[in-house]
């Protein structure tokens, strides 16, 4: 019998909202184990919601966030962080500090939620600058859709946006589902060196709940893994469209991505 141990997981640390339907961070945590991670989880709001709709948001109590995170640190190396719902300026403005003091080495993926995927605002509309002046520019990788760029980035085209944002500080964009219309999703990763690499991936018919989480989540798990960001980028896409291709739809409206080890390769 071989009774040798695993070697220690990669381990991500992600902080995002409780979604009762299956995105946030229970779509981190299946994400991560699909990616033989670890994923260390914080939750910075409880949300009342399913797959048709919103409708409310409690965010979770600043200090405890935090305390939360520094304890989880006195035990566990974290190889890379994730953001997803951030709802207050505090929150926001704690984190950054928290990750530049602590952690200033590790790679971030921020996926910059405005809205759940049923359309419901997910965020206080005074936390913008917060996010924009102290959380972007740590960020390794961003993930916004069209609709994120355009509104974070203060303009109505989405390259100027995409350069806004970068101009900001965060090192690379993807850009998802950057033309919006089309058969194909077409993203694009874009970063501070002005290099641009597009992504074409066929559409699937009907709505789907929790692939911005399941891709930034990806994208944290390989460069938690030592990858770099392309690499990263393109593998957790490769994997985030087979999710979507074999989502299932157990309720009545949006369809949940089957996040499955199988779907690495």
């Known amino acids: 019998m071989n009774t040798s141990k695993p070697s220690a997981p990669a381990v991500v640390l992600c ?11 229970q779509a981190d945590i299946e994400t991560c184990a699909a ?10 709001a409880w949300t009342t919601q399913n797959t048709a709709g919103l409708e409310r948001v409690v965010p979770a109590d600043a200090d405890d966030v935090i305390h939360q995170i520094e304890l989880l640190l006195q035990e566990f190396p974290v190889h ?44 206080q509309a005074h936390m913008e600058d917060s996010f924009l002046r102290q959380l972007l520019p740590l960020a390794t990788v961003l993930t916004p859709n069209r609709h994120e760029a355009l509104h974070f980035g203060a303009s109505e085209q989405p390259a100027e946006a995409v350069a806004q944002l970068l101009a900001r500080g965060c090192q ?30 066929a559409r699937f018919d009907g709505d789907y709940h929790g692939t911005g989480c399941t891709l930034a989540t990806a994208i944290a798990c390989g460069l938690a893994e030592g990858r770099s960001v392309p690499q990263a980028v393109r593998e957790a896409q490769q994997f985030v469209h087979r999710a979507v291709a074999q989502a299932w739809r157990p309720g009545s409206r949006q369809h949940i991505p089957r996040r499955t080890p199988s779907l690495r390769t």
């Open 15 to 25: 902080i995002g909202g409780h979604d009762p339907s299956t995105a946030g961070i």
């Open 35 to 44: 990616f033989d991670c670890l994923a260390l989880t914080v939750v910075s």
């Open 80 to 123: 890379a962080l994730k953001t997803g719902l951030l709802p207050t300026p505090e929150i926001c403005e704690r984190l950054a500090g928290l990750f530049s003091r602590r952690l200033p080495d590790c790679p971030l993926v921020i996926d910059p939620l405005l809205r759940a995927g049923s359309g419901g605002l997910l965020i």
């Open 172 to 201: 690379n964009v993807l850009l998802t589902d950057a033309l919006a219309d089309g058969q194909d999703i077409v993203n694009q990763l874009h970063s501070r060196e002005d290099a641009m690499e597009s992504f074409t991936m």
